[in-house]
Nanobody, 123 residues
Framework: QLQASGGGLVQAGDSLRLSCAAS????????MGWFRQAPGKEREFVAG????????TYADSVKGRFTISRDNAKNTVALQMNSLKPEDTANYYC??????????????????WGQGTQVTVSS
């Protein structure tokens, strides 16, 4: 129900834009988030946005470089990644959570997950 795309191989300092499209149902009232997992590391929260964009949260490691956005009419969420660093290399996943009071950072609070898109940043 969630399809992530936009990953690729880039050099440090470059930009990428990830997209996540939902199908089968609308998630316009749900919180949307991006997570990432690098080889040998635990999955970590990257960014999240609530249904009306009034709450947007970023991991400290990406704050100021990444921007999350959503288009409820198109049932999509995007992650604009600028000034990429080698440590941003990971498989990126979009996910959606029914929690609306806040943007959860814990993966267990998210109900549906995309398949992941690989981002590789070379130095």
């Amino acid at each position: 129900q969630l399809q992530a795309s936009g990953g690729g191989l880039v050099q440090a300092g470059d930009s990428l834009r990830l997209s996540c499209a939902a199908s089968g149902r609308t998630f316009s009232s749900w919180t949307m988030g991006w997570f990432r997992q690098a080889p040998g590391k635990e999955r970590e929260f990257v960014a999240g946005i609530n249904w009306n964009r009034s709450i947007i949260t970023y991991a400290d490691s990406v704050k100021g470089r990444f921007t999350i956005s959503r288009d409820n009419a198109k049932n999509t969420v995007a992650l604009q990644m600028n000034s990429l660093k080698p440590e941003d290399t990971a498989n990126y996943y979009c996910a959606t959570s029914p929690r609306t009071v806040r943007v959860p950072r814990r993966g267990g609070d998210y109900s549906y997950w995309g398949q992941g898109t690989q981002v590789t940043v070379s130095s």
